[in-house]
């Protein structure tokens, strides 16, 4: 889980995809639908768009001549619940 959850940081990390993923939180939609959305053109939307769903983070599914990509939800619970869990361990002091 640690290093699934790594990839979706490292894809979160870089300010176009998390304009992507934001748009694509709110439902589920085409290249074409974000292209007019974002400053980006559409060779680096599909790159962006790739990384995202290789990441695991988004899905892709035909339909019909169009690809449409969604976020899967589960994986943002699985980067809050890291983020809780790291948030609430136990603070120790090293000892030297």
């Not at 979160?12 to 939609?29: A, D, F, P, W």
């Not at 768009?49 to 699985?78: C, P």
Request: some cysteine; overall charge neutral.
């Amino acid at each position: 889980m640690k290093k699934d959850v790594i990839k979706y940081f490292k894809i979160l990390s870089e300010e176009n995809r998390v304009e992507i993923v934001e748009l694509l939180l709110k439902g589920e939609t085409c290249g074409c639908t974000l292209i007019d959305k974002l400053s980006i053109s559409q060779p680096t939307l599909s790159y962006h768009l790739k990384a995202i769903t290789n990441s695991g983070l988004a899905v892709a599914k035909r339909d019909g001549n169009w690809i449409k990509h969604y976020i899967d939800k589960d994986k943002i619970n699985e980067m809050i619940d890291f983020l809780t869990d790291l948030r609430d361990t136990e603070q120790k002091q090293c000892s030297l």
